[in-house]
């Protein structure tokens, strides 16, 4: 399995000021500080969020150099700058109203469309692009993965709070994003051809410029030949966002591979994943998911851990076990960044404390 399945990666992460502990629109001079980094960073549609991308990458070894170079680099960026880097879905304190949107002509289409949908959309995700050249493959993956994304989304839950308030759920971020249209789960396509034909019907009604307006939590991406994972809230640490990368590269192989051998997974519902995708929004790795060949409520930690015994076929080829075991760890026992903010929260009564904790997480093991 050589050069197949590539990665790419990018994180959206929060700009903030150090003694405010709120955002702070900066990323104009974030981005001429960071001129020597090229494409790798990126303006977003709010001046206090930055994105990182990895260039193309073989395997899970140059997905770690990239990630962890990438955030180091970053986090150099902000000190000089005096401003500091956090990794998280939502900020704890900041209010949406108070934001400065980015000097783009890009970006002012979008506020013009969507007004206060697209200002208030102050979330930070997680991509994921794993590289497929077949673009019918492409879709017949998507078909079988679809039944997955809650169980990533699990893993990666950290958005428990929102304009200073606690909300009640532990990925707030995809309840902002679902105000977006065509984003969630995405239907089953029996072909490339008939999802061309959805595509070409919005362009040609003026609902959409092209498909990278097609914001579900997977999609096949407009220009590239990968298929893009979008469901996850970005991580704190960088850890945990390589090990999510390893687990959706093994599930793309696995399925890949029961493609090749003339099999397949049975293909769910979509409105039957969307009741495992809300409780991964609401409790994280503490929910029940829908366990679908029994029709019976089991906890979505052991479901996971039936997830990794799946891909387990694949894992030794791409170079991912230490990846892959680690997240069987942490699905057994581990916790979220979800759960470490309402930890803090709960012990100092301070969302400031908060916004530290999460400076602190972004560097953790750089």
């Avoid at 990126?42 to 140059?62: F, M, N, Q, T």
């Avoid at 829908?290 to 015994?309: E, N, S, T, Y």
């Avoid at 581990?334 to 470490?340: I, N, P, Q």
């Amino acid at each position: 399995m050589p050069n197949a399945f590539t990665l790419g990666i990018e994180e959206e992460f929060q700009i903030v000021d150090p003694h405010t502990r709120e955002l702070k629109s900066h990323i104009e001079e974030m981005l001429a500080a960071g001129a020597h980094m090229g494409d790798s960073i990126k303006p977003e549609l709010h001046r206090s969020v930055i994105e990182v991308g990895s260039p193309v990458c073989a395997d899970i070894r140059e997905a770690r150099a990239a990630v962890t170079g990438l955030r180091r680099s970053l986090i150099d960026l902000a000190h000089q700058a005096g401003v500091r880097i956090v990794a998280a879905g939502t900020h704890p304190i900041s209010h949406w109203k108070d934001q400065e949107i980015t000097d783009r002509a890009r970006y002012a289409d979008i506020v013009t469309e969507m007004e206060d949908l697209a200002r208030a959309n102050l979330i930070f995700g997680l991509h994921v692009h794993v590289g497929i050249e077949d673009r019918e493959t492409q879709i017949q993956i998507m078909n079988g993965v679809r039944a997955f994304l809650p169980h990533l989304l699990a893993l990666s839950v950290n958005s428990p709070f929102w304009c200073g308030r606690r909300t009640g759920v532990k990925s707030v971020r995809s309840t902002i994003f679902k105000r977006f249209p065509r984003t969630q789960i995405p239907d089953y396509y029996r072909s490339w051809d008939e999802y061309c034909r959805y595509v070409d019907l919005l362009v040609g009604t003026g609902c959409i410029d092209d498909g990278k307006k097609i914001w579900w939590d997977i999609r096949p991406h407009a220009y590239f030949s990968t298929l893009e994972f979008r469901i996850c809230d970005v991580p704190s640490r960088a850890e945990e966002t390589i090990a999510i990368a390893a687990v959706i590269q093994a599930l793309v192989a696995k399925i890949s591979r029961l493609l090749d051998g003339n099999l397949a997974l049975r293909v769910q519902e979509r409105a039957v994943i969307e009741e495992n995708k809300f409780s991964a929004v609401k409790k994280g790795l503490d929910g029940n998911f829908i366990d679908f060949p029994h029709r019976r409520a089991a906890p979505a930690r052991a479901l996971i851990v039936q997830m990794l015994d799946f891909v387990d076929e694949v894992v030794d080829e791409l170079g991912t076990r230490a990846e892959i075991e680690f997240v069987r760890d942490w699905a057994i026992s581990g916790d979220t960044g979800a759960d470490r903010q309402i930890a803090v929260y709960e012990a100092t009564g301070d969302l400031r404390a908060v916004v530290d904790m999460l400076v602190d997480e972004t560097r953790v093991g750089l």
